[in-house]
């Protein structure tokens, strides 16, 4: 049976309606019920509380052409409770687009696209959710792009649980979307009261949590969440507030609809058994077959469009000239605001990074994220799930390790997102290590789809920072706090898992392998070992990830594998590493490495002082390079 | 000139208290002028904001003896907003602990204990702060401790920034503070305004902020930030309440003190000129040497003491027993209850990680943080203040990620904390991607003081997670989510830094290296191995970091350094980077190394599927084996 929802007549559902969205509802949950027993595993009765809030969305308020996932004024269906994805694949059979045997044959097997929690394989998913708290955070991103770049009308509905409203990150997300007024966002919340391990902090105390959403600034509205009617009117006031984001606070049961579980404890992340399933689904009517057509949009096409023809003209630096390459970041992210896609977004450190001289050439693409580093990541995510090319920015240290579970859900969504970390290592100097990223390299190494850049001077980062916005996937790039000398010309090219040799002659004895500002300190050491008769070639391992090996392999041939690898970053997983992990079955002799990175907890002081306290300085590379020579001399 | 508060006038402050604290105010802002313009770097006006804030609560409210930082019944001074350390140092001199030669002289030195935030390397710093939005957290930590442990009266004191609450970690730390009933909890939130980079969001929207504290539990008490006796009677009233914690919306004004910057932007962030300086000084009065002596807390000492003669009886399990080294953890946490100061947080999923089963035995010492993980570390990072041994878990993808910012200042604050992250890698199985941990132990190895355990089976498990109780430093062990054999006997031991070597014999000619999950795939790969002719040892690497490189030489030694490392972790910075680092210039000759970690983003499967997907299932080790083999054959 097939039917159609009309906008005309949101919020006001009739006798017949209300027929329709019940018996949407109770297909929602025999299907639920079906794949998660069928599969043996999955949230069976996370997604029997919140069937009824679905039911009456897809019927009269999404609005979605199913058969073009890709058309641009679609609205966005995003469970941040992705632990429902029974629920979620229903809806999608629901609509026709998932059917019968794939549902219920093939949730959560191998090779199944019908994965545990969804994922963005399936052309209807925008980002895998299945970290609690990252869903609502990622709609900011998308409605962000909807009020202020697309300029269309969709809109963004987001199933939340309660559980996750623990997390400081909703938190986060539901105050920037009322800073920028985002009435294109409405979060549901499926307020059932059992979280995995027994009741959530708060229960049911509706009032409590309309405090909260309140307080930050977007709109309560508390319903009873299986009212099909309460709910129908809810959505379709969320609808109707262009300014304000809306919270619709649904108090639900969990495993509503299979009465004797119902509200109990211990039935989360389990699948009813056969027996029970088979009761509860004759209970429920049993199997039906009801498809439905949502209402689909009306065409549109966003206002911002790529534009092929935009030339970006990179600034250009004399050799010798010094300059942080923070600097050299914002000012080839200003040139780069002719590229009418590239959007910027800081955490309220945009004069230190210079992520602000973006602002100063195109206010309507910078957004400031203010001190909330999840939202930040959240907010790439969401503008890349619209097609944009989003650079988020801020000290390395708290840009990549206060939301890595974020990054590390990009990779999984496999998000095209850029980041550009500045402050990174000991080099700050007198801030001290609060402020010094020196895990951010070994975190990102390990993030699925990841690219890690860590260039040396202003030239390089210019062009890299260029190249990360035609490169897919989590792409990073380490900038350094103070000034350091131009060594590259502007013609030079720097191509992601590329290498720049220096001082190369057939004759040397040892390599020295730096990146950022290390580059630096092992120049230094090369020309005070040249003056000692050791001749050394450096490395500007400008690509970290990926890294190249081949050159690695010859430049081992050549120094009888002896290297010495510095690098800003403690010793564990960060430069010295990668080098390592690739020569691992290089065939190349005898490895003589010297790995050197930072010795202990660096405390405060000038960037030369802290460098040679943490070991890393020109002095200790060579030392570390006259002990390899003359090991074997 | 000295003088003295007493208790009994708190709240009631007269002309002269009022004086008084008004030169002392004075002088803290005369001090965080002349040492930040003398390092030529810090945040004076940041300083001079709270200025009146910290004179009234260090004149009348702070109990402390700061002969004896270590007396159990001071009261605790966090600043959150670590950047105003001209301030706290200030404070430091004014109750004469920091002299003015060290404050003036070496305030950001290289060398000196006065660095750019403050480090616990001062005896009255609890933690490390200058990663905004965490000085809170650590707190609800500390007050879990003196209500719920300790049952002592002392009272912690947090100076907050107005810019930091825009992290959603201070919003966890508010709700859980409230559902706690942390009455000895008080924030001062120092409202000044202007962040780094301009406005802050609400600037000076004080019923907002309240609207926000009051909705998430705790009182509000907004004042003007610069009435001394308004802030003498809201921290009276702060410590009056012993059911609710309070938050102190004080409202105040940049640089207060010195008219040419006050209240004006870009002056974050930035040392006063010398000339500027002087004349601020000169307009405040001049230096000062007033000396104040704080009222001292009562004797007291905390209700729970180390328990020497404790015993703890370890769980046993027989050899070939299959047993989820989650379940190993939950035992043997069990069994440690019987030390008094072990404490153990979870995540709202103790009946998955199995810590849950501490709370049976041992619910006084059982803390639900619910689905906020960056509140569940900085929870355990306070307690490790009080002298706690609190052992955090969940799901490892959560544990580690989430909250990593809080694991690095832990690093950073060398905090004695203990992380069991369960449901690691592609085994876990259906649930798909988002909750697979695939970078922890990379995320983790780079952790300042950081230990990284990966048992494989249960007595090993039970064994480290006893170890792990004396261990200090970061200390992190990876669990398992499904059942695999016993292979250790209940004697075993497993020293940190050790590992153990199965099927040695002195003809192998391959070395299979595993940990976890993948140790019972290397056993399998062996004994296949064994049947083709092809010898192999296998090492159970349970200990990552530290790691016995020793061992890995001997290692290499016997098998022409042919080695396969597999890992249920992402290639890089993992188990393989780690043998890679050790042997970089070990004296073993060429190494023949094949690194097995996840490739690609896994799905949703059985975990036998998955790990055979991922390319690290004993069919790829015994392939990677006899490729290594047969090239030398």
């Not at 469970?79 to 029974?86: Q, R, T, V, Y």
């Not at 299945?130 to 609502?136: A, H, R, V």
Request: with cysteine; hydrophobic share 45%.
């Amino acid at each position: 049976m097939t039917t159609n929802n009309t906008q005309s007549d949101v919020g006001t559902m009739t006798g017949e309606h209300l027929d329709l969205a019940h018996r949407l509802a109770t297909q929602l949950r025999v299907d639920s019920i079906r794949c998660s027993t069928q599969a043996g595993s999955g949230h069976p009765t996370s997604s029997l509380s919140a069937a009824d809030l679905m039911a009456v969305l897809l019927l009269r308020h999404l609005r979605y052409d199913w058969a073009n996932a890709h058309q641009a004024t679609n609205d966005h269906l995003i469970f941040s409770k992705g632990h429902a994805s029974p629920l979620l694949y229903s809806m999608y059979r629901a609509v026709g687009v998932v059917g019968e045997d794939e549902l219920v044959n093939t949730y959560r097997q191998f090779g199944s696209r019908l994965e545990g929690h969804p994922m963005p394989i399936l052309p209807w998913v925008d980002v895998a959710t299945g970290s609690l708290g990252q869903g609502l955070p990622d709609a900011v991103g998308v409605c962000l792009a909807g009020k202020y770049l697309d300029k269309l009308p969709y809109h963004a509905w987001v199933l939340c649980g309660d559980s996750e409203l623990a997390e400081g990150s909703i938190w986060e997300a539901i105050d920037k979307a009322a800073y920028y007024k985002l009435g294109n966002l409405t979060a549901i919340v499926d307020v059932n009261r059992l979280g995995q391990n027994g009741p959530t902090e708060l229960q049911w105390e509706m009032e409590k949590y309309a405090k909260r959403v309140e307080a930050f600034g977007a709109r309560a509205l508390v319903i009873d969440g299986h009212n099909l009617a309460a709910i129908d009117a809810a959505l379709s006031e969320a609808r109707s507030n262009p300014e304000q984001p809306t919270v619709v606070l649904a108090r639900t049961i969990k495993a509503k609809g299979v009465p004797e579980i119902e509200d109990k404890n211990g039935w989360h992340g389990k699948a009813l058994p056969k027996d029970m399933a088979e009761r509860a689904i004759a209970a429920l009517g049993g199997v039906t077959d009801l498809t439905i057509t949502t209402a689909t949009p009306d065409a549109g096409a966003p206002a911002i469009q790529a534009d092929p023809s935009a030339t970006v003209t990179l600034p250009v630096w004399d050799i010798g000239e010094k300059v942080a390459t923070r600097a050299a970041f914002g000012a080839a992210i200003s040139a780069l605001a002719v590229r009418p896609k590239v959007v910027v977004l800081d955490g309220e450190v945009g004069n230190s990074t210079h992520a602000g001289e973006f602002k100063d050439v195109c206010p309507e693409r910078f957004f400031e994220m203010f001190i909330s580093e999840q939202q930040l990541i959240a907010s790439a995510v969401g503008l890349s799930v619209r097609g944009y090319i989003p650079f988020a920015s801020s000290f390395a240290a708290f840009l990549i390790a206060r939301p890595y579970d974020f990054i590390r859900m990009a990779g999984v969504s496999e998000a095209n997102i850029r980041l550009v970390g500045t402050h990174a290592g000991v080099e700050i100097g007198q801030d001290g290590p609060s402020q010094m990223a020196l895990e951010d390299i070994a975190a990102m190494r390990a993030i699925h789809t990841s690219v890690v850049l860590y260039p040396s001077d202003a030239p390089s980062t210019a062009a890299l920072v260029a190249t990360m916005a035609d490169t897919d996937g989590v792409v990073y790039l380490r900038a350094t706090r103070g000034a350091y000398p131009v060594i590259y010309g502007p013609e030079e090219e720097f191509p992601i898992g590329g290498c720049k040799i220096h001082r190369a002659e057939p004759n040397d004895q040892v390599a020295l392998i730096g990146a950022g500002v290390t580059l630096h300190e092992c120049l230094a050491a090369a020309e005070e070992l040249a003056e000692a008769g050791i001749p050394a070639r450096v490395i500007d391992l400008y690509s970290i990830k990926p890294l190249d090996r081949d050159t690695l392999i010859d430049t081992c041939r050549i120094t009888n594998s002896r290297l010495v690898v510095v690098e800003d970053h403690y010793p564990q997983g960060g430069i010295g590493g990668a080098v390592m992990e690739a020569l691992a079955d290089a065939d190349i002799g005898q490895l003589h490495v010297t790995l050197l990175g930072v010795k202990g907890l660096p405390v405060s002081g000038q960037p030369a002082e802290l460098l040679d306290a943490a070991g890393i300085s020109a002095r200790h590379i060579v030392a570390a390079a006259r002990k390899l020579v003359e090991a074997q001399a």
